[in-house]
């Protein structure tokens, strides 16, 4: 299994958990929208703790790179958690204005992440780290 594609898959999976999310507040669906977010977030901070805790270590350990793409990564991780909390607060107050805007703003940073990392950084790993290895690590964490 390559590393880009186990992580790409994940990226897809979240992408459709935000769909059913955001199809839910449109429709003023609070508690499927409850439902749906709870899962995006679960997933999507999973997915970062993969990265961050095994490919971003792995990767700067075998490449000597550690001020590169993995320090840029962390930030919009960062920056993304951050939404995430705004999100929820919209969902809380059933707030559908702010959960739409904030939402869009999430997508937008969230697609430039993943395209990066599965253009970049996914395939310099699989091509420098043990994948299997790698892989099985953060198959340990959990299911995305
Ligand atoms: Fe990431
Ligand atoms: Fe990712």
């Not at 993995?70 to 995430?84: A, K, N």
């Not at 993943?114 to 099985?136: F, G, S």
Request: aromatic residues 10%; proline residues 2%; hydrophobic residues 35%.
């Amino acid at each position: 299994m390559f590393i880009t594609q186990y992580l790409a898959e994940e990226h897809r999976r979240c992408d459709r958990f935000y769909a059913d999310a955001e199809k839910a507040v449109s429709e003023g669906k609070w508690e499927e929208a409850e439902k749906a977010f709870g899962l995006f977030k679960e997933k999507t901070l999973l997915h970062f703790r993969k990265e961050e805790e095994v490919l971003f270590p792995e990767f700067e350990s075998r490449t000597g790179i550690t001020m590169g793409p993995t320090q840029v990564m962390r930030f919009e991780h960062q920056q993304m958690r951050e939404l995430l909390g705004k999100l929820e607060e919209a969902l809380k107050s059933r707030n559908r204005e702010e959960f739409l805007s904030a939402g869009e703003s999430l997508m937008v940073l969230l697609q430039q992440h993943n395209m990066k990392e599965e253009q970049i950084l996914y395939p310099m790993a699989d091509q420098h780290l043990e994948r299997e290895e790698v892989v099985e690590k953060m198959e340990s964490l959990g299911e995305v």
